[in-house]
């Protein structure tokens, strides 16, 4: 069985938020084996809803701990959105409150905790659908120009997420980019989006 994840499902339609790519393990659509979880922005705060299934499974019936904390990665990774600013993790934890049984519908919300330079705490909470919590995460995300996804990974790919952010203008905000340290200072221009 492959997780389908559902339209959002309560209340007025907050902003769908960009996949990471088509075949991200926690938001690509185009990956058999992922989560493919639909992030939205509601506010300061950023959820998407994950049902673990037989990809995802550790103890029989049971989500595996690892898988857990990709979901809360990924999500918390879309909480960037509201900082605008690009980072990535550098330090997840997670507490496993309670069993995460596989084909029930969690939904993970996340929020910006503080920003020091170029440091960004960022907490999630994950609860089954009684609303209990059943796991939480703690990360902190260092903050980065386009330059480290460039520089570390696959060049096209991020040229096709920039053109998604960027309404086609991938070509433009890249030649800035170019310009860019990899590790800039947030709130200042090299800090956002943009660069
Ligand atoms: C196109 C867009 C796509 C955007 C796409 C976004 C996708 C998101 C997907 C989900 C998220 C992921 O999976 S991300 C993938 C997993 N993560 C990674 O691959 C990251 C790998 N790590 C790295 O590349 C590096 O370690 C960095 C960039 C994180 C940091 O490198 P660095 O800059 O050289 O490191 P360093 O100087 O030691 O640390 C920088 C500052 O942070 C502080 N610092 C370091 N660690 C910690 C810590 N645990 N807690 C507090 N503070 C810390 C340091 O004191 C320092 O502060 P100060 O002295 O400056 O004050």
Known sequence: M???????????????LPLHSPRCMGCGPDN????????F??????????????????????AHGG??????DDLLGFALFVAETAAVTRSLSIEYLAPVPLHETHRITARIQAQDA?????????????????????AVFIVVSLQHFLRHGDPDGVWRLLDRLTDGNADEALRTAAEL???????????????
């Not at 898988?67 to 809360?72: F, G, R, S």
């Not at 590790?183 to 221009?189: D, I, K, R």
């Open 2 to 16: 492959t997780a389908q994840q559902p339209d959002y499902p309560r209340g007025s339609a907050p902003a769908r």
């Open 32 to 39: 058999p084996a992922g989560l493919r979880m639909r992030a």
């Open 41 to 62: 922005r509601d506010g300061d705060e950023v959820n998407a809803d994950v049902v673990f299934d037989e990809h995802h499974v550790g103890a029989p019936g049971l």
């Open 67 to 72: 898988a857990v904390a990709a979901a809360c």
């Open 118 to 138: 170029r440091r960004l705490n960022i907490a999630a909470t994950g609860a089954g659908p009684d609303g209990t919590v059943r796991f939480t995460a703690e």
């Open 181 to 195: 340290p990899e590790h800039p200072q947030p709130g200042t221009e090299e800090g956002g989006w943009s660069s």
